[in-house]
């Protein structure tokens, strides 16, 4: 087990990245939250062996809404962004 000493705690994920992006340290962050961070070149991950394993995600809707454009295209875009296909 790491044990770390955080010199800067908040609940505020922007207020997180915003610091590290200034070079003052780590964060743990959602994958989702600095991808774009990363693609750029302006973040890069560590301690890459230390992630928790992924978690499940569910998604629970109204059996008599499946059939809605607007549920029929969030479920899409959910499938796509994890890369389940139908």
Do not use: W
Request: proline share 6%.
């Amino acid at each position: 087990m790491l044990r770390v000493t955080p010199r800067l705690l908040t609940n505020s994920i922007d207020v997180a990245l915003d610091a590290v992006r200034d070079g003052l340290g780590l964060a743990r962050a959602l994958s989702y939250q600095v991808d774009a961070d990363v693609a750029a070149g302006r973040l890069c991950y560590v301690l890459t062996h230390l992630e928790p394993p992924a978690a499940p995600v569910s998604l629970v809707f109204q059996a008599n809404r499946r059939g809605s454009p607007n549920v029929r295209a969030f479920v899409g875009a959910m499938q796509r962004c994890a890369g389940v296909s139908k």
